[in-house]
C-alpha cells in the first residue's frame, strides 16, 4: 500500500534493512505497478538490484507472493462475490493474470458466482483463448440449465506504467520519471500493440488496453484505427483535446475509475502540475460522445460503485474542496456510466436490478458514497436482499 510518487527518490533495499534485519521482506506499492525488497527477500528471490521493482519485474514478484490453494481461493471469491452482490453489483470484469473461464465455470457450478463474469486474457494465454472459439461477451455452452453467467472478456494488454511509479508513458517528462527522457516507458511498442490486436481479431475478442499517460492513449488509439476493432482504454488518466475526441469516433471505451483521482490527486498537482487540467476528463470526454464506464479497479481501489459515483459527481472524496470542478459528471450521467444495457423495459427473459431504499438524487457526500442495495438480482435471481 505505500505510494512513492510524493518521495523525493525511489526506495532501495538498505532502507528496508535498517529495520527488518535478516527477515525477507516486500512491500507491494497501492497501484501494483511496484514493489520494495530488502536485500534478504532479493536473495531468496534470486533477484539483483537495487531493490525496487518495477512494471514486469514486480508483477512477476507478485505472482509468486499470490500463490494460494484453489480452494481456498474459491472461497475467498465467494465471500467477495456475496459482499460485492450487496453494494449492488451485478457483474465484474476478471482481469487477473492466472484466471480463466473454465475456473469461474467450476465456480458458478459450485454456487460460489452470484454474478455475470467476462473473464479477460493475457497475451500470454492469446492463442489458448482463441483456440476456445469464444467470442467477447460470448459464454460457453455448458450442462448447467439456463444460461451461464461466464463469459469471454477481451484481450487485456498493460501498454504502459503508473503515475504513482513514474513509469505511465507520456508526452512530456516528469520529476524522476522512468524511461526514456524521464517520460516513462512503453510496457509494448506500438508496432507490438497492432500484431497483438490483429490477433484478437481473428479470435472475435475486443481489446482493454491498460494507458495511464497521455503518449500510451495515443498510441492505443492509433492502434484501434489501424486495426478496425473495438475495445476500452483502461484508465485514461491524462489525455490530450485531440485525443479525447478520437475515442467516439474510433469507438472506444474510457474505462476510469474516480477512486482514483482521491488517490492522486496531491501527486498530480506536484508530479503533473503542467497537465493537471487534462486528467481525469470526465466531462470533457461525455461531451465528445465518449462511452463512459466506472469501475473499480479492485483492489488498487475499493469495490465502492457509490463511493465512486460520488466522486464523479463532486470530484472529492472527502471533505476537501472539489478538484477540477469542470470536469464533473450529472448524478445522471455517473449512474448511467456505472451500469451496462440499461432499459426502461426488461423484454426476452429475467433481467437485472437492484433497489436502493434512498432516493440517490436526494444524497451527497458520504450519504451518497454510503449507499447499499437493498435488493440485487441477476438474471431474475435475488443475489442479496436487505428488505
Not at 300 to 329: C, F, K, M, N, Y
Not at 349 to 367: K, M, Q, R
Amino acid at each position: 500500500g505505500f505510494r512513492p510518487s510524493l518521495w523525493g527518490s525511489n526506495p532501495n533495499a538498505r532502507q528496508l534493512d535498517a529495520v527488518t534485519g535478516d527477515r525477507a521482506v516486500i512491500l507491494v506499492s497501492a497501484d501494483l505497478h511496484s514493489s520494495w525488497c530488502n536485500t534478504a527477500a532479493m536473495r531468496k528471490l534470486g533477484i539483483e538490484g537495487d531493490g525496487f521493482l518495477r512494471e514486469q519485474t514486480s508483477f512477476d514478484v507478485q505472482t509468486q507472493l499470490s500463490q494460494v490453494n484453489p480452494h481456498v481461493l474459491d472461497g475467498w471469491v465467494g465471500s467477495c462475490s456475496t459482499a460485492a452482490a450487496r453494494l449492488g453489483i451485478t457483474g465484474i470484469r476478471d482481469m487477473e493474470f492466472s484466471t480463466d473461464v473454465e475456473t469461474w465455470l467450476q465456480r458458478e457450478a459450485d454456487g460460489r458466482c452470484p454474478l455475470r463474469v467476462e473473464v479477460s486474457v493475457y497475451p500470454e494465454r492469446l492463442d489458448e483463448a482463441i483456440a476456445q472459439g469464444l467470442a467477447t461477451g460470448q459464454a460457453p455452452v455448458t450442462d448447467k440449465p439456463g444460461p451461464s453467467r461466464v463469459a469471454m472478456g477481451p484481450l487485456k494488454v498493460i501498454v504502459d506504467g503508473s503515475m504513482s511509479t513514474r513509469t505511465a508513458w507520456c508526452m512530456d517528462s516528469y520529476p524522476a520519471g522512468a524511461g526514456p527522457d524521464g517520460a516513462g516507458i512503453d510496457s509494448v511498442t506500438p508496432e507490438d500493440l497492432v500484431d497483438l490486436i490483429n490477433r484478437a481479431k481473428t479470435g472475435n475478442l475486443q481489446c482493454a488496453a491498460h494507458a495511464i499517460g497521455d503518449r500510451a492513449a495515443k498510441e492505443v488509439l492509433n492502434a484501434f484505427e489501424v486495426t478496425g476493432i473495438s475495445g476500452s482504454i483502461e484508465h485514461a488518466q491524462v489525455l490530450t483535446d485531440a485525443d479525447v475526441r478520437r475515442f467516439a469516433a474510433l469507438g472506444v471505451r474510457a474505462s476510469v475509475q474516480p477512486l482514483h483521482l482521491v488517490d492522486d490527486r496531491d501527486a498530480t498537482d506536484v508530479m503533473w502540475s503542467d497537465r493537471a487540467d487534462r486528467c481525469f476528463r470526465f466531462a470533457d470526454m461525455v461531451r465528445a460522445g465518449t462511452e463512459l464506464a466506472l469501475g473499480s479497479d479492485a483492489p488498487v481501489s475499493p469495490v465502492d460503485p457509490w463511493g465512486a459515483i460520488r466522486v464523479a459527481v463532486e470530484r472529492t472524496g472527502d471533505r476537501r474542496p472539489s478538484w477540477h470542478p469542470e470536469q464533473a459528471l450529472t448524478l445522471s450521467q455517473a449512474i448511467t456510466a456505472s451500469t451496462r444495457h440499461v432499459t426502461q423495459v426488461v423484454t426476452g427473459g429475467p433481467g437485472d436490478v437492484i433497489a436502493v431504499a434512498h432516493n440517490p438524487f436526494d444524497l451527497s457526500g458520504d450519504a451518497l458514497a454510503g449507499l447499499t442495495s437493498d435488493l440485487t438480482v441477476v438474471g431474475g435471481e435475488v443475489t442479496a436482499a436487505a428488505l
